[in-house]
């Protein structure tokens, strides 16, 4: 199969989020008995609707009435301006929860408390105590984690959420939060069979979150922005566009490496910023900062710091162009559409280096990468395919099928013995890490893509069992050394 798949997510038996539930295994597996049951209610699959999660929050007291919540939505960009929006938040000196989704290596990644994860036993106290409540009312997987980080979010006497939406908006369970603004980030194609085909349908979807006086902060592409500005004035929400508030440095490909950039607002400046690795990632942080930056304008707390270079200095994305190891080095993005892996192979082709380029490549069947990246790809000098283990994975005759497609011809894995091969898909995660470790050199570059889930199974399988442990780049002869034990 090439890229049009004519499986379906319920064929997998796991027609809700790919990595979640009760049979799979690691790292996609629960800790313990109440946390599968939570990963059990994926299996009923993606319910959009406000009546279950508006019951949920009902029996826990409306918590959500009592926080001040920014809800970012986006078909790309989303986690990571949630994730730059609550650091902000916090170097100004709040106490802030964050909810983003999907997790990597432990379900309670998604609810933090200033930058740091619930631990795992109040999250597994949390589920044991709503389970009569999601019974009840028979709340979605998804739902009732919205309803535990809200809840969380309250007890915690937090000052702000951040709130990352799920699919959409309209009918997404973070729109049963009362919002004091939200952000859009972008809108591209994903979730077609839910959202709608088109990339104005999928817009309609995400603005449907918009509410009467409630600001909206919206970097989308120009071609939808009158379609933006239409919805934002009958809902009566002040719109706020990026690109008409914002200026910053612009960066080429070709440019050589800064490490530091300027962001200009209509008011403000905020000089020598600490570059975040892509240009898509300097969008995300000059969104929040204006969010920020406009709000605290109308009369609000302060809500930025002082120092917003050295707040951004100090930020933690993980999966997000993430340097996990050095010399080589690894990079790891969770780009898994059209949108999001041509902006992330156009930055990596790009990226100054003496070593070769490696993208280590796994994705979901369901989704669409580019049908052809062409000079995106002509910068990198091998491509490994990898299946993820998991039901929905595309296969490796799939993925060998997806390279043909692009114009790399994968030979056959039992072949490659002798360096890396330009093209070639292995039969499992662990064996390309044993290629990759046995023929590395330390000027090379490692890009590990396609799918979040790539992410998550190559980082458990280099022996990461939390992200906490990926805050800081280590040498990746004390990680890959043990590959080749394996």
């Given at each position: 199969?090439g890229?049009?798949s ?19 295994s690691?790292p ?5 008995e ?5 990963f059990?209610l994926n299996r009923f ?12 929050l ?8 009592r ?26 000196g ?10 990597l ?5 998604r609810?933090?408390i ?18 009569p409540s999601v ?13 535990l980080?809200?809840q ?6 937090v000052?702000?959420l951040c709130?990352e939406?799920g ?11 009362p919002?004091m ?9 994903d ?19 918009l509410k ?10 120009e071609?939808?922005?009158?379609q933006?500005?239409q919805?934002?004035v ?15 440095d612009?960066?080429?490909?070709n440019?050589p ?10 008011e403000?400046?905020?000089p020598d ?13 000059a ?5 920020l ?10 809500l930025?710091p ?8 100090n ?5 997000r162009?993430q ?11 969770t ?5 999001a892996?041509?902006n992330l192979?156009?930055e ?5 280096g003496t070593?070769?380029?490696?993208v280590?490549f796994?994705?979901m ?5 580019p ?14 395919g990898?299946p993820?283990?998991?039901?929905r ?14 114009g ?8 490659v013995?002798?360096g ?7 039969p499992?995660?662990p064996?390309a ?8 050199d ?6 590990v ?7 998550a ?15 800081t ?6 990680v ?7």
């Amino acid at each position: 199969m090439g890229l049009g798949s004519p499986r379906s997510p319920e064929d997998s038996g796991h027609p809700g989020e790919p990595g979640v539930g009760p049979d799979l295994s690691p790292p996609f597996t629960a800790g313990d008995e109440a946390t599968a049951w939570l990963f059990g209610l994926n299996r009923f699959g993606i319910r959009p609707g406000l009546v279950r999660i508006q019951g949920l929050l009902s029996d826990l007291g409306h918590p959500e009435d009592r926080l001040r919540t920014l809800v970012v939505a986006g078909t790309n960009g989303k986690g990571s301006t949630t994730r730059i929006l609550a650091r902000l938040l916090q170097a100004a000196g709040h106490r802030v929860a964050t909810y983003t989704s999907p997790h990597l290596l432990n379900v309670h990644e998604r609810i933090l408390i200033d930058d740091r994860p619930v631990a795992a036993e109040d999250f597994t106290s949390r589920v044991e105590a709503i389970k009569p409540s999601v019974k009840k009312h028979e709340a979605s997987w998804f739902e009732t984690l919205t309803a535990l980080a809200v809840q969380t979010a309250h007890e915690e006497k937090v000052d702000f959420l951040c709130c990352e939406t799920g699919l959409g908006g309209r009918l997404d369970a973070s729109n049963a939060l009362p919002a004091m603004a939200t952000l859009l980030t972008t809108v591209g194609l994903d979730h077609q069979r839910i959202l709608g085909e088109s990339r104005q349908e999928i817009a309609s979807e995400k603005l449907g979150l918009l509410k009467k006086e409630v600001p909206l902060f919206c970097s989308v592409d120009e071609d939808l922005r009158s379609q933006v500005f239409q919805a934002a004035v009958l809902a009566g929400s002040p719109c706020h566009f990026l690109d008409e508030l914002a200026r910053w440095d612009s960066r080429d490909r070709n440019d050589p490496p800064r490490n530091s950039w300027d962001l200009v607002l209509r008011e403000k400046v905020f000089p020598d910023l600490p570059d975040p690795g892509t240009v898509a990632m300097r969008r995300n942080v000059a969104l929040a900062v204006l969010a920020l930056s406009e709000l605290e304008s109308g009369g609000g707390p302060n809500l930025l710091p002082a120092d917003v270079s050295g707040a951004l200095g100090n930020l933690f994305l993980p999966g997000r162009y993430q340097t996990v190891l050095t010399n080589p080095t690894w990079i790891f993005d969770t780009a898994h559409n059209t949108q999001a892996l041509e902006n992330l192979w156009r930055e990596f082709s790009g990226r100054p280096g003496t070593g070769r380029k490696v993208v280590l490549f796994g994705a979901m069947f369901d989704k669409e990468p580019p049908v052809d990246p062409g000079v995106l790809l002509e910068g990198v000098d091998h491509l490994i395919g990898v299946p993820v283990s998991l039901p929905r994975s595309r296969t490796t005759a799939e993925l060998e099928d997806l390279f043909h497609s692009w114009g790399r011809e994968s030979g056959s894995w039992e072949d490659v013995s002798v360096g890396l091969p330009a093209a070639a898909v292995a039969p499992d995660i662990p064996e390309a890490l044993r290629l990759l470790a046995g023929h590395l050199d330390p000027a090379d570059t490692v890009l590990v893509t396609g799918s979040c889930f790539t992410v998550a199974e190559v980082l458990y399988r280099l022996g990461f069992t939390d992200l906490e442990a990926t805050r800081t780049p280590r040498p990746a002869v004390q990680v890959l050394d043990r590959m080749g034990d394996k």
